[in-house]
């Protein structure tokens, strides 16, 4: 007898053990970061890219970054952790006139650097840069500037005195023309997907202004 009355003592107070251990659980409860919950830090923290230069370059600019406390190094690091769209490429003649009146300065670009065939005259420019093309290397140093990576420049400017940070356009893209409003939509300037530019493909008459009239 005395085990079924223990049994049916333990029956009654389960309802009561088990309504502790919810508010328990619902004390503990966490987000499942695993399951894509929240997203704590969404900034990089290393460059995406295999390319083991770069991770050279990574590794010594966090060398410097951590030794000198320049602010310049951390933002030298920060792009070169950025995606290859971030990093855009610059073209000599922009490059010129972003450095007209400062040629005693290095141009420092964490990104690609373009000839420009419209540009008849390069000045002496000293320039670092993650690359350069062949013909825009080759205009450079025929005008008697200089083209430095990377580490050359940690040498030569370690606290990023005498430099000036330039980026290329971002938003140049041809994929970026086609972002925004919807084609078609008032005041939208967002360039239509179009198989075509024949008189039948989204030319319009009528419904926009770049087409004789809008109503």
Not at 98 to 124: H, L, Q
Request: some cysteine; glycine content about 8%.
């Amino acid at each position: 007898m005395d085990q079924c009355e223990v049994g049916w003592n333990d029956l009654a107070l389960a309802p009561e053990v088990a309504a502790g251990g919810a508010e328990a659980a619902e004390a503990t409860m966490g987000i499942d970061l695993v399951a894509g919950g929240k997203s704590k830090r969404t900034k990089r923290t290393a460059p995406k890219s295999n390319d083991i230069y770069l991770k050279l370059l990574v590794k010594l600019y966090r060398f410097l970054v951590r030794r000198t406390g320049s602010k310049f190094n951390a933002v030298i690091l920060k792009r070169l952790f950025m995606s290859k769209v971030n990093k855009p490429p610059m073209s000599l003649s922009r490059l010129i006139r972003f450095m007209e009146g400062k040629e005693n300065k290095i141009a420092v670009i964490v990104g690609s650097i373009t000839d420009d065939t419209r540009v008849y005259e390069v000045p002496a420019l000293k320039v670092a840069a993650l690359r350069f093309t062949e013909r825009a290397r080759a205009r450079i140093l025929k005008a008697g500037g200089e083209c430095l990576t990377f580490d050359q420049l940690a040498l030569r400017a370690p606290l990023g005195q005498n430099t000036i940070l330039l980026r290329g356009p971002k938003n140049a893209r041809e994929a970026v023309k086609h972002f925004g409003r919807a084609p078609g939509v008032p005041h939208s300037h967002t360039k239509p997907y179009v198989r075509a530019k024949g008189r039948k493909f989204e030319k319009a008459r009528g419904k926009r202004n770049s087409r004789g009239f809008r109503v």
